[in-house]
């Protein structure tokens, strides 16, 4: 199936730094969701987005529709030791099906 | 609030045992979903359900894998007879028709030896 691409593909950062990742795809979606997966866990919302240019944030998380509509990006400021995780952007289509990003690997160094 | 429940969090079986996991929605959620998470293809949708009626099967890889949900409260995913590449994790995800957000279970491994 297909997987939208997200880079970087994995990050070593430390803890204080601010962590940027992007997710692009070719077709156009209406909703994008950013989602983090701890080892053995399913994965978690963090953020909804809802129309293209639009701004969120959710703490120290700030994440962006992309104004074409096939991207997003997602933003940690400040970055600390539970941070560690995979990050899954996912685009939304028809009927509210998900189409996930191949994710973001982040691991914090102290 | 309780999340999305998943049982068994693990199953190992041999090759060509029924294999069948559960999982109840977050209550009040009319839209069910069953994905698929393995290293080389990612997360996959298998199938999803409306108020309790399968909308869409297209991603279930093929006749050995069904699902059922008999009411708002309970839905399975069986595999039979279950195969080495079946191995993967299976979660179970739930929402609210008409809008996008999906709530995820933490995840049934399933080993097939």
């Known amino acids: 199936g297909q997987q939208l691409n997200q880079s970087p593909q994995s990050m070593f950062i430390q803890e204080g730094e601010d962590v940027s990742m992007n997710c692009t795809s070719s077709?156009?979606?209406?909703?994008w969701l950013w989602y983090k997966q701890d080892p053995g866990e399913g994965p978690v919302l963090l953020i909804a987005l809802y129309k293209a240019g639009e701004l969120t944030s959710n703490g120290r998380l700030t994440a962006q529709f992309g104004i074409t509509r096939k991207d997003s990006f997602l933003n940690i400021s400040a970055s600390i030791p539970s941070d560690v995780g995979i990050y899954f952007c996912?685009?939304?289509?028809?009927?509210?099906?998900?189409?996930f990003g191949t994710g973001t690997r982040l691991q914090v160094t102290l | 609030d309780a999340g999305v429940i998943q049982s068994p969090r693990h199953e190992v079986t041999e090759m060509g045992q029924e294999v069948t996991l559960r999982c109840k929605p977050i209550s009040g959620h009319n839209s069910l979903f069953w994905y698929r998470q393995t290293m080389m293809r990612g997360l996959e949708l298998l199938i999803y359900f409306n108020n309790n009626v399968p909308i869409d099967d297209s991603g279930m890889p093929e006749d050995r894998f069904s699902a059922k949900m008999p009411n708002a409260s309970f839905s399975t995913l069986k595999i039979q007879p279950s195969e080495p590449r079946d191995s993967a994790v299976y979660f179970c995800?739930?929402?609210?028709?008409?809008?996008?957000?999906?709530?995820f279970g933490p995840g049934t491994r399933l080993t097939v030896t």
């Open positions: 077709s156009i979606f209406n909703t």
């Open positions: 996912a685009g939304v289509g028809t009927a509210s099906k998900l189409t």
């Open positions: 995800a739930s929402g609210t028709s008409g809008r996008s957000e999906q709530y």
